[in-house]
């Protein structure tokens, strides 16, 4: 179960979400992907700590084959990371608690 403070994401509403003036970090997942389940509980906790400062969001690569397309993602958990709208960091693989918020201060 996600977050209440983490926002899905697909190609109807990705650009206006990650066009905001806080930092806006993208869990690229999907429900088989052993890695990203390990990963969903440390993206909540992001979300929660940071809810007011930074939008955390997700996108299931199998039903946004798009997005994901869009952005090169060959490998999941990928976490992207943008800034004013425009993409700033990206992260593949598990990343720790402290990684990602340091990639979205």
Known sequence: ???SFVKELNGSN???EI???VPVLVD??????G???MLA????QV???????AKICKVNVDEAPDIAAKFGIMNIPTLLVFKNGE?????????SKANIIAALS
């Open 87 to 95: 993409l700033d960091k990206k992260m593949v693989g598990v990343q």
């Open 41 to 44: 509980p440390v993206v909540d």
């Open 14 to 16: 990705f650009d206006s």
């Open 28 to 33: 690229f997942w999907a429900p088989w992907c």
């Open 1 to 3: 179960m996600s977050s």
């Open 19 to 21: 066009n905001t003036s």
């Open 35 to 37: 890695p990203c389940r």
């Open 47 to 53: 979300a929660e700590e940071l809810k007011d400062s």
